[in-house]
């Protein structure tokens, strides 16, 4: 083990899900490594990252799972969400369609996922706003209905990342302690 994990106070499990190609992959590799990627590379089985979080004078090690593209078949499994104690549910603000299969993932969410689960709603890839589909208040106001989270973000530009998985990592923290 490295000094990180000697260190580490906490271990938190949280999931990105979301409709394919919303650019769940991409918010992972910008907060993990701050990197992004123009063609998306659907890799096989579960991946997941890490990255260690201070949160007051704690250190959390946060183990974020990403889907190797099994949401193209809806065939996410339920060991997918075990444990998990966070979801960023991530649409494309570009793709209609991706924000109507929100309520979709609430679903698959309360059926296989923890109750008290945090859940961040994201709307990604603001950068394209001359291709927006969906307004700002939509997702605003889907998140305060369904009492979740909300931030737009661009992986692209690096808008709001930290943001989103930061204010994830700080409401499992505030219910844990
Ligand atoms: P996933 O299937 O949800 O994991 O989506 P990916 O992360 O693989 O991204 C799908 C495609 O959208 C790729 O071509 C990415 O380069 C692109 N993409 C992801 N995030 C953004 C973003 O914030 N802005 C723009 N313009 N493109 C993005
Ligand atoms: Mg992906």
């Known amino acids: 083990a490295d000094s990180f994990d000697e260190e580490c106070d906490y271990l938190f499990k949280a999931v990105l899900i979301g409709d394919s190609a919303v650019g769940k992959s991409n918010l992972l590799s910008r907060f993990a490594r701050d990197e992004f990627h123009l063609d998306s590379k659907?890799?096989?089985?579960?991946?997941?990252?890490?990255?260690?979080?201070?949160?007051?004078?704690?250190?959390?090690?946060?183990?974020?799972?990403?889907?190797?593209?099994?949401?193209?078949?809806?065939?996410?499994?339920?060991?997918?969400?075990?444990?998990a104690l966070g979801a960023l549910l991530v649409y494309d603000?570009?793709?209609?369609?991706?924000?109507?299969?929100?309520?979709?993932?609430?679903?698959?969410?309360?059926?296989?996922?923890?109750?008290?689960?945090?859940?961040?709603?994201?709307?990604?890839?603001?950068d394209l706003s001359h291709s927006r589909e969906v307004k700002q208040d939509e997702g605003k106001d889907l998140a305060e209905a369904e009492n979740l989270c909300f931030m737009e973000t661009s992986a692209l530009e690096n808008v709001n990342v930290e943001e989103a998985f930061l204010e994830m990592i700080n409401r499992i923290h505030k219910i844990t302690s």
Do not use: C, H
Not at 51 to 60: A, C, P, W
């Open 42 to 83: 659907p890799t096989i089985g579960v991946e997941f990252a890490y990255r260690n979080v201070k949160v007051g004078d704690k250190l959390i090690k946060a183990q974020i799972w990403d889907t190797a593209g099994q949401e193209r078949f809806r065939a996410i499994t339920s060991s997918y969400y075990r444990g």
């Open 93 to 126: 603000i570009t793709r209609r369609v991706t924000f109507e299969n929100v309520r979709k993932w609430l679903r698959e969410l309360r059926d296989f996922g923890n109750p008290d689960m945090v859940v961040v709603l994201v709307g990604n890839k603001s």
